[in-house]
């Protein structure tokens, strides 16, 4: 779907808070990958889409597109709020909805939780439900792209793993390819235009970006966040100077706190040792250590 970051057949998931624009940046992903433009960079690969709305009707859906200068005439897309049949608000009944109109092969779903038959606050019915999503997903050769809400921010948050900040259930990240997580930078002052975007792609280095609320109402790239860690680098920072870490425990983070592929993980110890954030003692074995250039 997109080159390195979100591969086909997979469920990506768009984390954040509410108000954080988590659908306008679905929508400006979903426009740019559709018209082959590049995301985050990464080429993309067009191909038959639909939209689903799961907690916003269809006029809602569209007013939101073309405040941001999309045509919903140019975009397939239909609200299951405004579908007659209550057991139509299930993921079964969204993909037959879509297969049955377009067939699509990529499904652009806001607001996924909604469509969890359980709690979504509870591991057992939010892993059962992503267990059926990836049945879902293998057996109609799908890519699906979705948002899910996460608790509001709060200052002490820049501390906590951003993998951690699901609402609920920690297998929504554990059972999720790539991940992306938008939040304020000041989460206490409402008018507050700025988004930290965090990118955490199971098969690729991380990285956080600066983005912000521009004209129409879209998501502007103003760069890279320099002064914001990569999600592991911030696990590493709550280790200790001299605290001894095994590659079995570095992968560990990456994998139960970020989703991360081994590989992935292990191109990160690479970097970290030869920034000198980690010392290796041996095979397998390191030392937290004073990176150069930290004032002590």
């Known amino acids: 779907m997109i080159q390195d970051i979100m591969p086909t057949n997979q469920l990506h998931l768009i984390f954040g808070p509410a108000r954080s624009g988590k659908t306008t940046l679905m929508l400006q992903i979903m426009d740019d990958w559709r018209n082959g433009r590049p995301v985050y960079g990464h080429a993309s690969y067009p191909s038959r889409y639909c939209w689903i709305s799961c907690e916003r009707n269809t006029d809602s859906i569209r007013s939101h597109m073309r405040r941001i200068g999309l045509d919903p005439s140019e975009i397939y897309h239909f609200s299951l709020l405004d579908e007659e049949r209550r057991d139509n608000q299930t993921i079964d009944a969204a993909i037959a909805i879509a297969r049955s109109r377009l067939t699509p092969s990529v499904l652009f779903i806001d607001g996924i939780h909604a469509l969890c038959p359980g709690r ?154 030869s920034e000198g954030r980690l010392r290796q003692v041996d095979r397998g074995n390191y030392t937290v250590d004073e990176p150069s250039g930290r004032p002590q």
Not at 124 to 140: C, G, K, N, S
Not at 198 to 206: A, D, F, V
């Open 120 to 273: 979504i606050i509870d591991t057992h019915d939010v892993t059962a439900f992503l267990v059926h999503v990836h049945q879902l997903i293998r057996e109609h050769r799908l890519t699906i792209l979705a948002t899910v809400a996460s608790p509001k921010s709060r200052p002490e948050d820049s501390t906590t793993p951003p993998g951690e900040r699901f609402i609920g259930s920690g297998s929504w990240a554990s059972m999720s390819d790539s991940k992306c997580l938008i939040e304020p930078y000041d989460a206490s002052n409402v008018r507050d235009a700025s988004r930290r975007l965090t990118i955490m792609p199971s098969h690729h280095l991380p990285s956080v970006q600066k983005w912000e609320f521009a004209d129409r109402g879209l998501l502007a790239l103003i760069g890279d966040d320099d002064a914001q860690p990569v999600p592991l680098d911030q696990w590493l920072d709550t280790q200790a100077i001299g605290t001894m870490l095994t590659t079995s425990d570095i992968q560990s983070a990456g994998q139960q706190l970020l989703g991360l592929s081994r590989s992935t993980v292990t191109r990160w110890i690479k970097d970290k040792v």
